[in-house]
């Protein structure tokens, strides 16, 4: 259930370009195999969210918004958060097969914000249509941040003992305030690409059972081979139940700290590590205490560059000189 790795994905690659390959290994018939359909798959999914979720607590009292993007979640997500207790309204749950992330879910959380404060609602949760994202709303109507979700259910995690090896997996675009935060909690952290299958490959690495995206691909490795917003939502849920908490306060446990990204236009690609200088002004930012991250984007001719800290002004002023140092040397 896990996803391909590169090597993978490169050798299928190279068989969908092969025309004598395709040409010759082409099979007909009963060559090509059988499929079997499996009737009660929706039940059985069901069964396996819901069995996420602490047998101890229940759903009751608690009202939801969650918006299904008109996605794979439509039918599955009213039902889970039902049969547990809640009072669940729904909306953007009917596909037409044209309408799925159209103008809704995880890409448009304010939709959700204005009918989580229209019903008065304890939290909303926002789907994408192949529902492996969760984007969450406040009591408040306000939008919680992915790196405080990620921090939140981290804590929640080191709390019930359940956190493999009292650390987690985040992308190199978290942010630092993110990493002193779980660091005052004794939970480490360990960075990686930007991407859900690397958060995976670390988790997997490091053999640990919690990882993230600030974008909302959250991955329960107990539960889930990869993310999964229902999976997500239920975690967030037996948190706010077991805290006793607002979400609003629950999930705002930390101060994002200023950050700063420019993307410069490049007509060519030297390797980072060979531009003279560069090292040097890096390690000038990394012992001024900010963080910062330069790197080439994988599918546009761009570098990415970005500066965080606790202090705007210095932060503003260091990726400005990075910038005018990387443009002079990148032409």
């Known amino acids: 259930g896990y996803k391909l790795d590169e090597d993978s ?125 969760l984007v969450v709303v406040d009591n408040e109507g306000e939008v919680i941040n992915g790196d405080k979700l990620i921090g939140a259910l981290a804590l929640y995690q080191k709390q019930n003992n359940t956190l493999r090896g009292d650390k987690i997996v985040a992308t190199l675009m978290s942010n630092l305030a993110l990493e002193e935060f779980l660091k005052s909690h004794g939970i480490g952290l360990e960075r990686c690409n930007v991407g859900d299958k690397y958060v995976i490959e670390s988790m997997q690495k490091y053999n640990l059972n919690f990882g993230g995206e600030n974008s909302g691909h959250i991955i329960f490795g107990d539960y889930a081979k990869t993310g999964d917003g229902l999976v997500s939502a239920l975690q967030v849920l037996a948190y706010l139940k077991q805290s006793g908490k607002k979400s609003s306060l629950a999930l705002n446990p930390f101060k994002l700290y200023p950050s700063e990204m420019i993307n410069l236009s490049v007509s060519q690609k030297p390797p980072l590590e060979k531009i003279a200088g560069l090292q040097e002004m890096l390690d000038s930012i990394t012992k001024s205490g900010n963080r910062h991250l330069v790197r080439y984007s994988g599918t546009e001719n761009k570098l990415r560059i970005l500066v965080e800290g606790k202090n705007i002004k210095s932060v503003k002023t260091q990726i400005q000189d990075l910038a005018n140092f990387l443009a002079q040397k990148l032409g």
């Open 9 to 133: 994905e490169r050798r299928i690659e190279d068989n969908y370009y092969d025309e004598e390959l395709l040409n010759t290994s082409l099979k007909t018939g009963y060559e090509i195999g059988s499929s079997k359909r499996i009737d009660d798959v929706v039940g059985r999914y069901i069964v396996h969210i819901k069995n996420s979720f602490p047998k101890h607590l229940t759903l009751q009292g608690m009202r939801i918004v969650c918006d299904c993007a008109n996605g794979s979640a439509y039918k599955v997500a009213p039902t889970i958060f039902r049969e547990l207790g809640a009072d669940a309204i729904m909306i953007n749950d009917k596909p037409n097969g044209y309408n799925i992330n159209d103008q809704c879910g995880a890409m448009h959380p304010q939709i959700l914000a204005q009918e989580v404060k229209k019903y008065r609602a304890d939290i909303g949760f926002a789907l994408d249509g192949d529902a492996d994202r």
